[in-house]
């Protein structure tokens, strides 16, 4: 797939699902109009067992994540939020139950099939931004659109396209040792929506930002999803989101509160 | 591909520089060890590969270039008379006890040739001139060997038993590192220096093919070889060889268009007492004999050995050191959907970077040094165009192989860790 198919791709399915208000913070998917479920999970349920310790970590969960929606998964710390997103990223194969992304189930990929599933699907953002500390940011971007398949030309133009919507069009040659936490975290949001995968999974991106960057890069980031009609699934602790989510779901003990 | 092995690699720039020391301690240490083995090995046979015979005629006892029995000079008159032979000239090989001018002892290896003639000729002539061997009881000698004999420079004098030596030129790299210092004069002084204060008897062999074989033994006189004393003997004009004179080889050169194997066949056909060797039968006798006796492919191979386990044990340590810090970063290529082979080309790129790095200064490393030894040891650390290549295909090897540590790790890495803070 070539970069303009897949810009071609994504304004289309911009067009279908103009960006609803977000005015209905919470989950009451019943007064929004019927849109399309990007994640569909029934019975999700991860037990961890170390030695014979067995630890229930997920029992049980019905979740359903709606396109373009920006959708919030809190709880307290240990509730199993990371848990679930890593299930719901492909990252981690839930002891029980269904998941389905984007209509595949993904409980019966292999482990490769999981892996390009992920690498076309799915864009990444971490607490503590995971950039390769030896690249420069435009690098950072250009080896993710490099494993999608670009080439050399169009992944370096892409890269820096990226970059400028991130506003780190002056940062480009900069390795992440050079920016601040801030920076940081707008490099792996261009490096997330790089080759425009569907979904955006967020694990507490504010967590390691002050508050106003924190602030800054989830505007940002909603603002872009929202462009390209992504579905954002994100991990936080900082009530403060709340503000910019369609839908929030709450974790605790394993399980979903309703 | 961005590279970001060969960013990894230059990242953390000492560990890099200790990888690359490690390497090129290995790489060099196998380098050198070949060398050495190509050099002695080649030292061995220099005289056979540098003579233009196609033929050389022996006793069927032959067991290297140096180790024979003599067979008689008139060999070379009928080897002549065969069809098919150009020229065919007489190589003589003679021990002797060489006593310096100080006074101190060697044991040298005369090696007894003509002149004027084409199949054997010293190629490497430093000093002084092939022709001026003809001169009584003249030699030359290799500039490596100059010291252990004696010598200061050409001009001066020794002996070689009871017989004077006088030095008229040098040669450079011509020695076989296994033998005795190789002295080369004509067939007259060769002659001269083996009969020297001797008699002489005719003593004849009888052959297993029939025949008898007869050759000229020269002994002391006296029974007390004591009484010799060297400087005063009654020292007579060196003489041409009669028939039975013993020489060790007739050098054959076949004539143009003639078939070597041809030649060969009717050689010892001719002359079943001797057998005929082609060059490079000579060659690879000669060499096998020189690696088999010495051991030295097995000691040189142990310690190439040794570096390469080295290199392996350093290369790998520094990979899997350089991937364990970069652990997360190779997690978040999994979590991101980077397939397992990707992940391995990362490391293996890494590793032959490290390869190629090492490799280049290490060659050029030991091709200095090789010069070094060779102009100040006469000990030839030879690297061939083929050595070259199967050190690096080996440096590779090694580095790719380290990286099997390094993708072990990767391989059961969790992707899951990206979201462990
Ligand atoms: N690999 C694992 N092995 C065992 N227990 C785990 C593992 N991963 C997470 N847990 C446990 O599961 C629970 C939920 O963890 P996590 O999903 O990280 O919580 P949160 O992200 O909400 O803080 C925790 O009690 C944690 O200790
Ligand atoms: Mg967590």
Redesign the pocket.
Known sequence: MTASQIKVNMLAKAAHHPTSASSGAFESSDLKSPKTKAIVTKGVEMV?Q?GSQR?H?LSSVDLDIYSGDVQLLM?P????????LSILGGILTPTKGSVQILDREITDLSRSELSRFRLHNIGFIFQEFNLFSALTAAENVELVLKLKGFKQRAARKEARELLEQVGLGQKINNKPHDLSGGQKQRVAIARALAGSPQLIMADEPTAALDSQSGHEVIALLRQLAKEGGRTVLM?THDPRIIDVADRVAY?EDGKLKR | MVSIARKNLFEDIPRFLVAQAGIMFAVSLVTIQTGILNGFTRSTVLLIENSTADLWMAAREMENLELTQPIPAERVTQAQQVEGVARAEALAIQSGRWISPSGDIASVRIIGYDPAGQLFRLWNVTQGSQADIRQPYSLIVDEANLKSLGFDQVGEQANIGAAPARLVGLTKGTQSIASSAFVFTSLENTKAYATAGLTSTVRCRTQAQGGVDCTTVYERLQASPNQAAPNAPAISEPQPLNANDPIAYVLVKAEAGQDVTNLQRRLNDQFPNNHTYTRAEMANITRDYWQRRTGIGFVLGLGATVGIIVGVVIVGQILYSSVSDNIKEFGTLKAMGASDWIIYRVIIEQALWMAILGYIPSIGLCLGLGTWTFATQGIMILITPISAAGIFAITVGMCVGSAIFAIQKVTHVDP?IVFKA
């Open positions: 961890f170390s630890f970590a709880g710390s240990g509730s199993g939020k990371t848990t679930l991990v974790l | 899951a």
